[in-house]
């Protein structure tokens, strides 16, 4: 993701930090563009100095910086700078205020809906900006784990949400380009290092919480804190809520009064113990390999929405979607009609099926709950085997590989454990740790090559059989050593059911 952000123009340092209520008494200098990495500096940058080394800042200014902002307490005061310097209190969290002043708050045209959970956020965000992008004709914007720009037309990115330069340089071009409406997802990560920082949010959906991302947050109880920030430190004026899962349950009992809020559920007794007008109710009323049918009861109304997305996680997915499409202003027929045409995403069950061979999904679930949600939807429709192949992320909580190896022995009916992006780990370990969960070690095959071992399990499995590969989904890369080697589960699994492998 950038890190060095200019603007055709210039602005001047003071107006910068007189709004965050700085006192500047230096002589002031225009700014032609912000940055955080001193390597990324072309002369009139303002510099970012996130990092307290003064090597940064003196490699900063031979490359012409025009000033730099420290932390307070970071810079000694014997530190002589030959160009402004002001040391800010907690910089890392004004950082995407600065951006927000630097071009001209893009997110002030822009109608945002950030979308937070530990599974289902790709999911719900890229529906909704499918949906809000199809009905009106307008053009609707994405940031997350897909990519950021048009929704039709994304450009890669390197986090799920951006650092709070790039965010705010995004929002700009998006709003240059005529976007005036956003779907985001909002991570973990995100909220806890202020990337979000100066936004304010239309819609805020929470889909669920799970185990993720300990080796960051290091306790359950941590993780969740992070994620109800989003619900408490930022303007929210509509809150969308999954009130089955007990964290969302708690979060829209504490909600402020002045966020009007909506809890949705797939459970008819969860359902009849809220508020009638502040809950809606899916259920899902027929469903074959390929289409759901939902019956929905909501404030709005009942409904019958039919969908290309199946199981009960996708029903708790369109259910989250019409929600906030309601909250926004749109009529109960309007938001079925929007949603009914949005297909999967990519990378999320998606499925590849040759005539006489097994039925293929490739599904991100990286997580035990999204690996126990995919793996118990393709039970319910599968006719015969069901196949699961995947491996879990290097440098990442250890604790989940058993877990997960528990949950594949425990619903698919041969387990091929590879690798998934091992980065700096040792692949075979990874594979023992998750191997370990699993207790029939007669259904378990070790395959540390990943395309091998897509390659095997589709030649083990019949017509009829479905084949999950999951874990990368969309990702078009293997992360080994270090290094991004391209990887596409998908090309994989072309060529091996075109028979060109």
Known sequence: MMVAERIKNHVFLRELLQPLGMAYRSPDVPVQGLATDS???????????????????????????CGILANEAAIPSSFICPVPLVRIPELEKKIGLIAALFFNKPASSIRLVGITGTNGKTSVSYLLARALSGASGDKCGLIGTLGYGDVNRLLPGTHTTPEALSLQMILSDMRDQEIRQVVMEVSSHGIDQYRIAGLSFELAIFTNLSRDHLDYHETFEAYAATKRRLFTEYPVKNAVLNIDDPFGREVFAQLSGDIRKMGYTTDQNRYASFAAAEVALAEIIAMSADRMALRITSPWGKVTLESSLIGQYNAQNLLACFCGLCLLGFTLDEAVEMLSPCEGVPGRLESFKKQGMPVVVIDYAHTPDALEQVLKTLK????????????????????????????????????????????????????????????????????EDREVAIRKAIEMANDGDIVLVAGKGHESYQEISGFRHPFSDQDVVNRILAGTQ
Request: glycine share 12%; with cysteine; aromatic share 6%.
């Open 39 to 65: 390597r990324k500096i072309k002369p009139g940058d303002l510099f970012i100095a996130r990092d307290a080394a003064t090597g940064y800042i003196n490699d900063a200014i031979r490359a012409g910086a």
């Open 380 to 447: 319910q429709v599968c006719e015969n085997r069901l196949y699961c192949v995947f491996g879990c992320g290097g440098d990442r909580d250890q604790g989940k590989r058993p877990i997960m190896g528990r949950i594949a022995g425990q619903y698919a009916d041969r387990v091929i454990i590879t690798s998934d992006n091992p980065r700096n780990e040792d692949p075979i370990r990874i594979i023992q740790q998750v191997a370990a969960g699993i207790e029939n070690v007669g259904q378990v095959h070790i395959e």
